[in-house]
């Protein structure tokens, strides 16, 4: 089929009457509401079975699965305008980074060496197997969109797929979970700020109180010159098209050196920051305004990457997949039970818990769980979060851009011993240091 810009029309058409489906469902059905399902699983998930590869409804083009590789360059373009760059990890937070860096560190090695030692000789499937499950998990779904698209640019077929179903069963896994150590925590008295009920805004997903809808972004431009929004996604686009080209005269010197386009596309726009600080316009673009663009990028990729599964791309890794999640899941419940309370004394609950919805999902999962037993957000985990965030960026980043470079560069082996042994080492610290377990005065 000839692409045309008509055929971007329909496969963008389709999948935003998916995505505002996904939200009715969600404002309309219990079920959903309970769950916390997002509108744009729910919209991928029906992309999936009304497209070819089920029902046959839809008939999605043969470009729908190239299109979470544009839209996470453009998540990781955006990152690079709207991240805090500045602060330090505070003492406060010290043991949230603590357990922070261990668990993500912790996931990523120890599933990468089982894929190595077990998952390879006992399913023969590639070395890279066990990176699938950090990548779904405590990666989410940017981390799928950007691992997977660059796996496949080197020919790996299937990666995506393995990536977005990884991402799609760490969500379940992390709501349903969640709301039963919600449960369990209140009924125990474990609950610092007893709650239990979200509020009505985040279970329909629909805020009818318009003095409560928040902004999207604050105007840096007068419209009479250019439209703020248009600017602001002007300047994405072209931070992913500079990108583009530098990776296309790498490609052109070095046929051998592949450059994943989200990991240009965050250093270009490291660069575009700079620019814009060194001549005085580092107010120029409003950080608000930019993770809007960027929310609506990865409510497109996730959807798009959801329909774009191909079941028969998983049919040769079912067994193993059904065996990674179930060693994915244990270990999360592991880290939460055991670390949580150990680095977090009496008040562990509401860090365990916004922790297991991180650890399995996203931090935005993790959030709505918190706020099951914190509706007021006054336990200071997300303070604690925020401050700690700045010592633990370089991991999360630095692990989805360095991932599947080691796979390029046949360093699956080395890459995955050195993670695990930052996590070991980070807990190892963590006693040495008196962070843990916390002493009473402390908690």
């Known amino acids: 089929m000839e692409f045309t810009p008509y055929t971007l029309l329909t496969d963008v058409g389709w999948i935003s009457v998916l995505l505002i489906v996904g939200n009715i469902l969600r404002n309309r059905l219990k079920l959903l509401q309970a769950l916390l399902l997002p509108a744009p699983i729910t919209a991928g ?45 505070a003492s406060g937070a010290r043991n949230m980074w603590g357990y922070s860096t261990a668990m993500f560190m912790g996931q990523w090695g120890l599933f990468m060496l089982l894929g190595l030692y077990f998952f390879a000789p006992l399913f023969g499937t590639e070395i890279w197997f066990g990176m699938m499950l950090p990548v779904g998990f405590v990666g989410g779904f940017g981390t799928a969109a950007a691992v997977g698209s660059a796996l496949e640019e080197i020919g790996v077929e299937g990666a995506s797929s393995l990536g977005f179903t990884s991402a799609t069963v760490g969500t379940l896994v992390a709501i349903v979970g969640g709301v039963i150590m919600a449960n369990w925590g209140i009924r125990k008295g474990k609950a610092s700020q007893l709650a239990g009920t979200l509020p009505d805004d985040l279970r329909t997903g629909y805020i009818r109180n318009e003095a409560e809808r928040p902004s999207i972004g604050k105007a840096t431009t007068n419209p009479s010159s250019i439209e703020p929004l248009a600017l602001h996604a002007g300047f994405i686009v072209f931070t992913v098209l500079i ?13 051998n ?24 316009r580092q107010n120029y673009l409003d950080s608000s305004t930019i993770n809007s663009v960027s929310g609506a990028a990865t409510d497109y990729m996730i959807a798009f990457g959801i329909a774009s599964i191909v079941p028969a791309a998983l049919a040769g890794y079912w067994q193993a997949l059904v065996v990674l999640f179930v060693l994915g899941t244990v270990f999360c419940v592991v880290w939460m039970l055991w670390a949580g309370p150990r680095f977090f004394g009496e008040k562990w ?52 851009i360095l991932a599947p470079i080691a796979v390029i560069a046949g360093f699956v082996t080395g890459f995955a011993w050195v993670s695990f042994a930052v996590a070991v080492g980070v807990v190892v610290m963590a006693y040495v240091l008196k962070w843990i377990p916390v002493r009473e005065e402390s908690s």
């Not at 990108?243 to 790498?250: C, D, P, Q, R, T």
């Not at 592949?258 to 001549?279: C, E, Y």
């Open 257 to 280: 050196v592949s450059i994943p386009l989200f990991a240009m596309a965050f250093v270009v726009g490291l660069v575009g920051r700079l620019v814009l600080k060194l001549t005085g």
């Open 349 to 400: 609950l509401e860090r365990g818990l916004f922790g297991w919805g991180w650890a399995t999902a996203a931090v935005a999962t993790g959030i709505a769980l918190l706020k099951m037993v914190d509706p007021k957000l006054k336990s200071g985990t997300l303070n604690e979060y925020g401050v700690a965030y700045v010592g633990f960026a370089p991991f999360e980043i630095g692990m989805t």
């Open 243 to 255: 990108a583009y080209m530098l990776n296309s005269v790498i490609k052109d010197q070095w046929s």
């Open 45 to 89: 998930l029906l992309g999936l079975l009304l497209g070819d590869e089920v029902l046959g409804v839809i008939h999605w083009s043969d470009q729908v699965g190239t299109y979470t590789t544009l839209l996470i360059a453009v998540v990781f373009a955006s990152m690079a305008y709207s991240m805090d760059l500045g602060g330090s990890v």
